[in-house]
C-alpha cells in the first residue's frame, strides 16, 4: 500500500498571545482540530491556517488577542487592510485572495458561535469583495501544447518520465497532487481511464485519458520507472530519483522549466495545464458540465446542482473534443453550455488557492 504524498500539516510558528487558553491563536488550534476530526483534507486544514494567522498578527499588533474583542468595523478595518496591502512585488491581493481569507474567517467565528464562544457572527453581513470572472493568465495554444510536450528528453529515464507526467497533465487536466498521488493501479490501459482516489475534497472520481497519453505512460512503465525503483517499491505511478513520490513543489518547478525552455513567449506551471484542457475542450464545443466533472468540480457556484455525467459519455466526449488524439476526428451533438466563464473562473480561483 502506497504511503500518502504527505501525511501531516506543516507546522507554522505561533501567532498572538499563546499564554491566554482564550486567545484567537487558541480557538484557532481547536478549529483547525475540529476540521481534521472532520475528515477534512490536509492541504484544506493548512489554508485555513494560514488564512487566520493572517488576522491574529494583525489584531495582535493592535491589542486584540481574543474573539470577544472582534466586531463588525474591526472586520471591516481588516478588509480595507488587505484591499491596500501590497505583497514584496508591489501587486495588491487578488480579489479572490481576499474573498478566501474573509470567507476563513466568517466559517471560524461561525464554529466559535455554535462552541458557544461568541454571541453572533460579526462577519456574518461583511460586504465580500466582488470576485472577477477572468479569464486565465497564460493558456496554452494546442500547437504550444505540442511544443512543451516535445521538450523532456525521452532518451533518459527521467526524461521519458516528464513526457509521460505532460502528457497526463495536457489528457486529464488534473491537480499536480492528484497526479503525484497516482500510483500503477490507478491507470486501466484496456478502458482507457484513470482512478483519482482522494482528489480535492477527498473525493474519488474516474476520468477519460487520451490513448498518446496512455502510450506514453506504457512506455515509462516499460522502460524508465524500474530503473528509478529503489529499494521496495512504493507504488507510486511517477517516482523520483530517489523511488519516491513527487513532491508538489518538485512537479511545479518540474513543469515551468519545460515551458520556459519551450520558448513560446509564456510563463505557467502545472495548473496551466488545467485551464489549457478546459478551455480547447470548450473551444471544440464540449459541454462544460463534462469538463466540469473531468476536472473535479463538485459544481461550477454553490449554489448550482452538479449533474453527474457517466464514464462512457465522458470518454466520448473526451475524445472528440481532445486535440491530444491520435489524429482522431468526433463530432458530438451537445449544445454548449451557458457557463463556460464560470468554468474558467473557478480554475482561477483555484490557481490563486495554490
Not at 60 to 67: A, H, K, Q, V
Not at 123 to 137: C, H, I, Q, T, W
Not at 220 to 232: E, I, K, M, N, W
Amino acid at each position: 500500500m502506497p504511503r500518502k504524498v504527505q501525511d501531516r500539516p506543516k507546522l507554522l510558528p505561533p501567532a498572538g498571545d499563546v499564554r491566554d487558553p482564550d486567545s484567537l491563536y487558541h480557538h484557532m488550534l481547536r478549529y483547525l482540530a475540529h476540521l481534521t476530526e472532520r475528515n477534512f483534507s490536509l492541504r484544506t486544514v493548512e489554508i485555513r491556517n494560514e488564512q487566520l494567522r493572517y488576522l491574529i498578527l494583525w489584531c495582535d499588533e493592535r491589542g486584540l488577542t481574543r474573539p470577544q474583542q472582534l466586531d463588525r468595523p474591526i472586520l471591516e478595518a481588516y478588509q480595507r487592510h488587505l484591499f491596500y496591502y501590497r505583497k514584496k512585488n508591489g501587486e495588491p491581493l487578488a480579489a479572490t485572495n481576499q474573498h478566501q481569507r474573509l470567507n476563513a474567517i466568517d466559517h471560524w467565528l461561525h464554529w466559535l458561535v455554535r462552541q458557544g464562544h461568541l454571541l453572533y457572527n460579526p462577519a456574518a453581513d461583511l460586504d465580500m469583495p466582488r470576485v472577477e470572472k477572468r479569464l486565465p493568465k497564460a493558456v496554452l495554444s494546442a500547437k504550444e501544447a505540442e511544443t512543451v510536450l516535445a521538450v523532456p528528453d525521452v532518451g533518459t529515464a527521467l526524461g521519458l518520465r516528464d513526457r509521460a507526467i505532460l502528457e497526463t497533465f495536457y489528457s486529464t487536466g488534473m491537480r499536480r497532487m492528484e497526479l503525484a498521488a497516482l500510483t500503477v493501479h490507478s491507470i486501466d490501459l484496456e478502458r482507457g481511464t484513470v482512478m483519482i482516489r482522494q482528489g480535492k475534497g477527498k473525493k474519488d472520481r474516474m476520468i477519460p485519458i487520451g490513448e498518446r497519453a496512455l502510450a506514453w505512460i506504457e512506455q515509462y512503465q516499460t522502460s524508465a520507472r524500474p530503473d528509478l525503483v529503489v529499494g521496495g517499491d512504493a507504488g507510486f505511478l511517477f517516482l523520483n530519483s530517489m523511488g519516491g513520490p513527487l513532491g508538489l513543489g518538485y512537479l511545479t518547478m518540474m513543469v515551468r522549466e519545460y515551458v520556459d525552455k519551450a520558448g513560446i513567449g509564456k510563463e505557467g506551471s502545472c495548473h496551466m495545464w488545467r485551464h489549457t484542457v478546459a478551455t480547447l475542450m470548450l473551444e471544440n464545443g464540449a459541454d462544460t458540465r463534462v469538463i466540469q466533472a473531468m476536472l473535479g468540480h463538485a459544481s461550477l457556484e454553490s449554489t448550482q446542482i452538479y449533474t453527474q455525467v457517466s464514464i462512457r459519455h465522458l470518454k466520448e466526449v473526451h475524445t472528440a473534443t481532445h486535440p491530444g488524439r491520435f489524429g482522431k476526428e468526433g463530432q458530438h451533438d451537445l449544445e454548449a453550455e451557458p457557463n463556460a466563464a464560470e468554468l474558467l473562473a473557478v480554475l482561477d480561483l483555484e490557481a490563486e488557492e495554490e
